[in-house]
């Protein structure tokens, strides 16, 4: 629906060509003009961080997903306080991104016949085999060399930001997900 540029994917997949997109925002007086960041910044954080600049308060009785970037837009920095960012396909968590690592725990687009070759909304996932496929997406952002067998350790710090994840579950469960094929009697 798009083009992804050089990044692997598009629109409603878990790829970074589909998840990835630029942003634009003008504030006069506050953000100078031609301010540039490559910060990973989730649509997430956008309430925590217009919170922050409207002077309001987050909610405390639930898990916040998202940071505070106000340092970003304002470009007090360049990076940001975000380096890491869990993908989903409904309620299944398919993804890590760390740093410039992009992790897949779930095969996206296996190789075959029929849906599981289409792209996009329509395309599909498999399970794997126990090892998660890890890509550099700064240096291959299309994601065709697999880079697991020689930065391993890799996993080490997503597979942390998943268990930190895991762990709010037990105390803010997240609501179904959204399935509009799947019909109930109001009554």
């Known amino acids: 629906m798009g083009n992804s540029g050089p990044f692997r994917g598009e629109l409603g997949e878990a790829t970074e060509g589909a998840i990835r997109t630029a942003a634009i925002i003008r504030w006069p007086g506050h953000i100078k003009p031609s301010t540039t960041a490559y910060a990973m910044f989730s ?28 340092d970003v837009l304002l470009g007090t920095t360049a ?13 299944d968590l ?13 095969d996206i687009h296996p190789t075959g016949i029929g849906p599981q070759r289409q792209p996009g909304m329509f395309s599909s996932s498999a399970p794997m085999a126990g090892y998660p496929k890890i890509y550099n997406i700064e240096m291959d952002p299309h994601e065709d060399l697999i880079v697991g067998a020689m ?17 709010t579950l037990k105390r803010y469960p997240n609501p179904p997900p959204p399935n509009i094929t799947r019909f109930r009697s109001g009554g």
């Open 43 to 70: 649509i997430m954080d956008f309430l925590p961080t217009f919170a922050n600049v409207v002077g309001g308060k987050m909610p405390t009785d639930r898990a916040i997903d998202g940071v505070d970037q106000t």
């Open 79 to 91: 990076i940001g306080h975000r380096d890491t960012l869990l993908s989903f396909i409904g309620a």
């Open 94 to 106: 398919v993804a890590a991104r760390w740093k410039q690592w992009r992790i897949y725990f779930t």
């Open 151 to 167: 930065f391993g350790w890799v996993s080490g710090p997503a597979l942390k930001t998943v268990d930190e994840y895991m762990a």
